[in-house]
């Protein structure tokens, strides 16, 4: 008996990670939708003090408010510029009220409370699309001239009509029937990261591929900051730490520096450039001119 039942539950692991592995396939089919959605949101994020806005219920909003929650460590995303509605979420986060999803009147007291604006961005997530709490943040949102961006696991876009763009995948059947935190869940969880990463690489907040403006909170992240710092300008770890304690471990006015910027000058830059680093660098030669043509009358 023992010997049918572990045959049964590897049958069952296996179904598990092909359908993972289908859910990631899904995904993928995503991509033109998510490049859309990305230039959409940076235009209204970029030169203003929009925010992110995540809504959800049940297992899709807890992946949601993963999302908001690892934007700050990740790329300093201003806390006040991050928000995360889950359905029925009680202050100590470890406690859903489940019948809270179909409370429209309490989404819309919600969305009211933040003032939404055409700057901000509202990403729901519903496995379904017509989850009523998402759907109907979805609406108001769209009202208040917020873009809205809907994930969902359902490839009828007529259950998603509430937002502007719908993102959606066509997913195989789930091995447990009826849930929504495993394939959807990893579909889900693919198309918030591409989201999230792509507007902050837009953003300027990743450059060539490494976290430029992380969160350097510790030992652990020092270290990394170092690597960084010396991957993208060549310089060696001795100059590279030196010059991230002049600026309190700040990663890209730390890159500017070695590239030839004063502080002065690097805090100008990237406030001049909304924190985009890439733009930051390529605006470099115009500040050094300056300096360099000051230096040269000095000496003559």
Known sequence: ???????????????????????????A????????AIRKAVERLEKTSGRM??????????????????????FSWSESRCVSLIAGQDQRFDWVDGYAEDDTNYVVQQCHDLALSENDIVI????????????????????AGALTVMLSANPDENFCSTAEITINVALPDEVIHGSTRL???????????????GIMTQLGRVYKGHMVAMDVT??????????????????????????????????RQAILILKGAD???????LDEYYGHLGKAIKALPRQLKPRLLNALSVRN
């Open 29 to 36: 089919y995503s991509i033109p939708k998510l490049k859309f």
């Open 218 to 251: 510790n030992q652990k992240l020092q270290r990394r900051a170092i690597k960084i710092v010396t991957d993208i300008t060549g310089t060696t770890e001795i100059q590279a730490r030196h010059k991230l304690s002049l600026v309190n471990y700040d990663i």
């Open 183 to 197: 394939a959807a869940g990893t579909a889900h969880k693919m198309m918030l990261n591409s989201l999230s990463t």
């Open 263 to 269: 502080v002065h000058q690097a805090v100008a830059l």
């Open 1 to 27: 008996m023992t010997y049918h039942l572990s045959n049964l539950l590897l049958s069952q692991l296996y179904r598990l990670c092909s359908s993972q592995e289908q859910a990631v396939s899904s995904a």
């Open 124 to 143: 729901g997530v519903s496995a379904s699309g017509d989850t009523p709490y998402t759907a109907t943040a979805m609406r108001e949102a769209r009202a």
């Open 53 to 74: 806005i995540y809504v959800g219920a049940g297992s899709s909003g807890h992946l949601a408010a993963l999302d908001a929650y690892e934007l700050k460590p990740t």
